[in-house]
């Protein structure tokens, strides 16, 4: 059986450097947060891949969420410092992949200590180009939910949805 990769992310460092997941002007950080983790739903499904995304902790938000093929963790004091802390408890894992364009606090550390750094832009690039396909599709299209994936995540998504499209 083949190992899965997991992908460490720098949440906020990738968001800021996404242009394709951006809507109107008026598009709130929540909304680019929901329409990543629904692209990294969909790049997971079906391979061996799971992603971590990180984010700094907003005042009114602390914790984890998982979804299928996702963790998200809110992190405080900082999302560098839970990566670091990640990357310190790993060293020398092959299977981890460390994510984010902040070459001199994390991805040089992470590479002093034995794993693979990856710029955002190009993890972005490589599972837009790799992914672009499955990255949309929804179980009802296809018939096949996700691996892992529950009705409690499907209730999610359908809440998340609904709770945007009042938004409008």
């Not at 680019?32 to 907003?58: C, T, Y």
């Not at 034995?114 to 993890?123: C, K």
């Amino acid at each position: 059986m083949t190992a899965q990769t997991l992908y460490v992310i720098d949440g906020y460092n990738l968001l800021h450097r996404l242009t394709d997941l951006k809507g109107s002007k008026n598009d709130e950080m929540e909304d680019r947060r929901l329409k990543l983790i629904r692209r990294l739903i969909g790049f997971s499904a079906g391979k061996q891949l799971q992603f971590h995304l990180v984010f700094d902790a907003p005042p009114d938000r602390r914790g984890r969420e998982n979804h299928p093929g996702v963790r998200v963790d809110y992190a405080s004091p900082s999302a560098d410092d839970f990566i670091r802390y990640i990357i310190a408890q790993n060293q020398g894992s092959r299977q981890i992949v460390i994510v984010t364009s902040d070459r001199k606090d994390i991805g040089e550390y992470a590479r002093s200590c034995g794993l693979t750094w990856m710029e955002a832009e190009t993890f972005w690039k490589q599972f837009s180009i790799t992914g672009k396909k499955r990255s949309h599709h929804t179980a009802k299209e296809d018939g096949n939910a996700p691996s892992g994936w529950s009705s409690a995540d499907t209730d999610w998504l359908r809440k998340a949805f609904e709770d945007h499209d009042r938004s409008l």
